[in-house]
T-cell receptor, first 115, second 114 residues
Framework: EAGVVQSPRYKIIEKKQPVAFWCNPI?????LYWYRQNLGQGPELLIRYENEEAVDDSQLPKDRFSAERLKGVDSTLKIQPAELGDSAVYLC?????????????FGPGTRLTVL | AQSVTQPDIHITVSEGASLELRCNYSYGATPYLFWYVQSPGQGLQLLLKYFSGDTLVQGIKGFEAEFKRSQSSFNLRKPSVHWSDAAEYFCAVGLKTSYDKVIFGPGTSLSVIP
């Protein structure tokens, strides 16, 4: 079974530029998560999808961040414009559902550097 | 507010030695508890999880963890560390009000000396 796929793995941009990250979850997984992991810290949830519906986006900075999950499969996270403080690793995870026994499987992440 | 603390930022052990990584949580009720491992350049992998019942939980790769309610702790242990165990370890709390609302601790970096 293929794992969670993310691209690109690394991205370096100038501040104020836009950037987008792509995630393809494990086949059959209805729940998809985007996390941000700052250096030396644990991941923090940005947004959670149940199929194509965003059911928890309370931690997503909506002034510059946006996300979509068209057709309830793969997802894109966008930042426009990027700021220096956005430098982090962006992790995507998926699970079959959101029940307590549904394990989250993580992708390798996209490391973003904003100069 | 709910929180997870991992007192040790970095730990170094010799290969073959035993390991214990500490985790404490702050939550009004008994949460769901997890340990994840993150190897360089890879995503987080679940080692083990606790929901209820037996407070000693067995996981993959020879790891185990013990939930101690009185101490609000969920420490991870391994009797004999291998060089391949060098990685970042994250303790996490799943909130009962919304299971998939998982809060991660800051992580403990493990180095293994040959």
């Amino acid at each position: 079974e293929a794992g969670v796929v993310q691209s690109p793995r690394y991205k370096i941009i100038e501040k104020k530029q836009p950037v987008a990250f792509w995630c393809n979850p494990i086949s059959g997984h209805n729940t998809l998560y985007w996390y941000r992991q700052n250096l030396g810290q644990g991941p923090e949830l940005l947004i959670r999808y149940e199929n194509e519906e965003a059911v928890d986006d309370s931690q997503l900075p909506k002034d510059r961040f946006s996300a979509e999950r068209l057709k309830g499969v793969d997802s894109t996270l966008k930042i426009q414009p990027a700021e220096l403080g956005d430098s982090a690793v962006y992790l995507c995870a998926s699970s079959r559902g959101s029940g307590k026994r549904d394990t989250q499987y993580f992708g390798p992440g996209t490391r973003l550097t904003v100069l | 507010a709910q929180s997870v603390t991992q007192p040790d930022i970095h730990i170094t052990v010799s290969e073959g030695a035993s390991l214990e990584l500490r985790c404490n949580y702050s939550y009004g009720a008994t949460p769901y508890l997890f340990w994840y491992v993150q190897s360089p350049g890879q995503g987080l992998q679940l080692l083990l999880k606790y929901f209820s019942g037996d407070t000693l939980v067995q996981g993959i790769k020879g790891f185990e963890a013990e939930f101690k309610r009185s101490q609000s702790s969920f420490n991870l242990r391994k009797p004999s560390v291998h060089w391949s165990d060098a990685a970042e370890y994250f303790c996490a709390v799943g909130l009962k009000t919304s299971y998939d609302k998982v809060i991660f601790g800051p992580g403990t970096s493990l180095s293994v000396i040959p």
